[in-house]
């Protein structure tokens, strides 16, 4: 299995509408795809106040170039949230 961990940074008067389509665009993009495990979704705490996070698992890798492509070291964002990324990152992990 393989963790994905997806952080990022949004301009904070675009919350509202941010926060819509994470929960359905964003999170969709991911349940449908062959190899998706399961998710979670990370929101802001005081420390990080225009930060959110998704965490998801694959079976593996053949599933995560299903999902993002041979570069799935990158971020996949769908073309309608791209407007509210100042920044992101994407890491991943092998869980044993």
């Known amino acids: 299995m393989i963790k994905r961990i997806f952080t990022v940074t949004i301009d904070p008067t675009s919350r509202s509408d941010f926060e819509k389509g994470f929960s359905t665009v964003s999170v969709q993009a991911v349940e449908?795809?062959?190899?998706?495990?399961?998710?979670?979704?990370?929101?802001?705490?005081?420390?990080?106040p225009n930060s959110y996070a998704m965490i998801s698992n694959w079976?593996?890798?053949?599933?995560?170039?299903?999902?993002?492509?041979n570069s799935w070291n990158q971020a996949v964002i769908p073309e309608e949230m791209g407007k509210y990324v100042l920044s992101c990152t994407v890491e991943h992990f092998y869980i044993s």
Do not use: D, R
């Open 32 to 48: 449908n795809c062959e190899g998706f495990i399961s998710k979670e979704i990370g929101k802001p705490t005081k420390w990080n």
């Open 59 to 69: 079976e593996n890798e053949e599933s995560l170039v299903k999902f993002a492509g």
